[in-house]
């Protein structure tokens, strides 16, 4: 039996939270531990990048695994190109009652309300302080569950404002389902009062600036999104978010069972984006395999976040993805990934 599945058989006798928890724990204590695992090898060739980012490998850790940024230097280790640490809220909070987090495994999916649980932004702010890897970081930042309508914007400036320089880029999330009233900030009057107060943070510390999306979002929102995205000299999205399945529990779910509702949105953005060429889309929801990452690449995206897969694969699915690649290099003679990424005539073939 292979190492993680080892693990992950013993490991789902407990309570997902609680094994998480431990987990993060012993990988914060002990970062090589991540070289028992077959883990993806740094080489250059797997770098993708645009002008203002830049990964080492192609697939990133998801927001809301290492929400504290406890264990950056062990998902390094493991190959990950970039880790988005969050949901940061400006002060602590303990998120919403246990339990919250559950395994839907026939599924391949995850359930989750955990309501952004954070160590809050002062303790993110040290532990990103004292990384000095090669990971390109992410900083998602969310409102406090007690912070009014009229005093969110102004939360964000904040955050933006500690967090974005101890950052590669940063992703403002309005779209949890666990924080009440958040995915209202959606509708483009509401966040456009958080955009006009982060982006004039983004004076004296600019970064690349991405607004994490649900995909129950509809098309109107989209487009209105996507216009502020524009107006406002985004980066772009991180799609997607959780979706609510309300026959299935409280809630967000992730995994396979958000697989075609998150394809569809990222196709339908890649689609309205294709004239913005400083527009970048962060796909995330449910990537499971190399056919789901060659099916995004084919589209025109790049960049890819993973969050249940690695709960139900564990680092093979890197190790897979970077043999794919390989594979493929060798296959058609090319140096590097980015090039595999410019020969569309090659990418209909995989
Ligand atoms: C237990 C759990 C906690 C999460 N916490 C956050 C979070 O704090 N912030 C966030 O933006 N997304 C959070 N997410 C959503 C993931 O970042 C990702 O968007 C979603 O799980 C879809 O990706 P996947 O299908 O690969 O899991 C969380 C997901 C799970 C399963």
């Keep these: 039996m292979a190492l993680y599945s080892l693990f992950k058989t013993l ?18 204590r002990t970062p090589a531990i991540a070289r028992i695992f077959s883990c993806v090898p740094f080489n250059k060739k797997y770098q993708i990048s645009s002008e203002s980012l830049q990964w080492n490998f192609p697939i990133g850790l998801a927001a809301g695994l290492d929400k ?24 602590p909070q303990i998120g919403n009652p246990k339990p919250r987090v559950f395994r839907l495994p026939e599924a391949q999916s995850l359930r989750n309300s955990m309501g952004f649980p954070s160590a809050g932004a002062e303790f993110v702010k040290k532990k990103l302080q004292a990384y000095q890897g090669k990971l390109c970081i992410g900083v998602n ?32 999330n309005i779209s949890s389902p666990n924080t009440p009233g958040l995915r209202d900030f959606q509708k483009i009057e509401m966040l456009e009062s958080i955009l006009s107060a982060v982006t004039k943070k983004q004076k004296s510390c600019p970064r690349p600036l991405f607004i994490k999306i649900s995909p129950d979002i509809n098309e109107t929102d989209l487009d ?28 967000g779910i992730s995994g396979q069972l958000l697989k075609d509702k998150a394809h569809t949105i990222h196709e339908l953005i890649l689609r309205k984006t294709k004239h913005l060429p400083h527009f970048t889309l962060i796909g995330v929801g449910g990537f499971s395999d190399w056919s789901d ?15 249940s897969s690695f709960i139900y694969q564990g680092p093979t699915i890197l190790k897979d993805i970077q043999e794919n690649i390989e594979g493929n290099l060798k296959k058609y003679q090319l140096n590097s990934l980015e090039e595999l990424l410019k020969r569309p005539e090659i990418l209909k073939q995989l």
């Design 68 to 91: 504290n940024a406890r264990a950056l230097p062990f998902f390094e280790n493991l190959g990950f190109g970039s880790v988005e640490v969050g949901t940061v809220t400006l002060k």
């Design 224 to 251: 209105d999104i996507l216009s502020l995205v524009q107006k406002y000299s985004l980066q772009g999205l991180v799609a997607t978010n959780t979706t609510i399945r309300t026959d299935l529990g409280a809630g």
């Design 293 to 307: 990452v060659v099916r995004f690449w084919k589209n025109g995206g790049k960049y890819i976040q993973i969050y």
């Design 141 to 172: 930042i969310g409102k406090n569950k007690e912070t009014s309508v009229a005093d969110t914007p102004q939360e964000y400036a904040t955050l933006y404002e500690l967090l974005a320089p101890h950052a590669h880029y940063m992703i403002i």
């Design 11 to 28: 490991a789902f006798r407990f309570d997902p939270e609680k094994i998480h928890d431990s987990a993060l724990n012993a990988f914060e």
